[in-house]
């Protein structure tokens, strides 16, 4: 079985400034994939970043960036530049196991304060 | 046009009516799943099929079913609607092994009074 862990219900940060929202996962299988999905005020679930854990380099997309620590079964997302339109609940997940599907983290509620 | 639709987008129902969400898919994927979200819970797998004639249970099933009509269509029904499966539930898709990411469609908010 997989769990995901997001330590963090909430998180505050100004825009323009960097952020750093958390995530730690437990998973017994070799190959897994790691995602953060971004929810805004519409509810729309959108893919933000995505890690296979057999790459050692991390993922980033633009302005997101994940520090990926396979050792530590950590998977933290990074927002430079915050910007008004990030303020939205990020979920971390991770894929994996036979069935290959999703397990989600609780989520962070992240606002970026103008 | 959006790849992964979902009706109704509200819908407020009460205790002990059936009812149903529909899901449909432009995408050609094979897997189509069900989730639904809790304020606090993040989101939880209720069924998810791998294809039309493959249907399994998520880890929280029980008052729920499902049916896949075709490979474009997945239907999640509440026999018997009570109030604690007041969520947001959303439908998803992936083609996996050709891509592992999921695509979910904009949810439907279901309200069990």
């Known amino acids: 079985a997989q769990t995901v862990t997001q330590s963090q219900p909430e998180m505050s940060v100004q825009e323009a400034e960097t952020v750093t929202l958390s995530c730690t996962y437990d998973?017994?299988?070799?190959?897994?994939?790691l995602f953060w999905y971004k929810q805004p005020p519409s509810r729309q679930m959108i893919l933000v970043i995505r890690?296979?854990?057999?790459?050692?380099q991390n993922a980033t997309e633009n302005r997101f960036s994940v520090n990926f620590q396979k050792a530590a079964k950590s998977f933290s997302l990074k927002i430079s530049d915050s910007q008004l339109g990030d303020t939205a609940m990020y979920f971390c997940?991770?894929?994996?196991?036979?069935?290959?599907?999703?397990?989600f983290g609780k989520g962070t509620l992240l606002t970026v304060n103008p | 046009d959006a790849d992964v639709t979902q009706t109704p987008r509200n819908r407020i129902t009460k205790t002990g009516k059936r009812i149903m969400l529909e899901c449909s898919q432009t995408k050609g994927h094979d897997r189509m799943y069900w989730y639904r979200q809790d304020p606090g819970l993040g989101l939880r797998l209720i069924y998810y099929?791998?294809?039309?004639?493959?249907?399994n249970k998520g880890e929280i099933s029980d008052g729920y079913s499902v049916s896949r009509q075709a490979q474009a269509k997945f239907s999640l029904s509440l026999e018997s609607a009570i109030p604690n499966q007041t969520a947001l539930y959303f439908c998803?898709?992936?083609?996996?092994?050709?891509?592992?990411?999921?695509?979910f469609g904009p949810g439907t908010r279901l309200t069990v009074l």
């Open positions: 998973t017994s299988e070799n190959n897994y994939y």
């Open positions: 099929s791998f294809d039309v004639k493959d249907i």
């Open positions: 997940a991770s894929l994996g196991g036979s069935n290959y599907k999703l397990t």
């Open positions: 998803a898709t992936s083609e996996f092994p050709r891509t592992d990411e999921q695509f």
């Open positions: 890690q296979e854990a057999y790459k050692q």
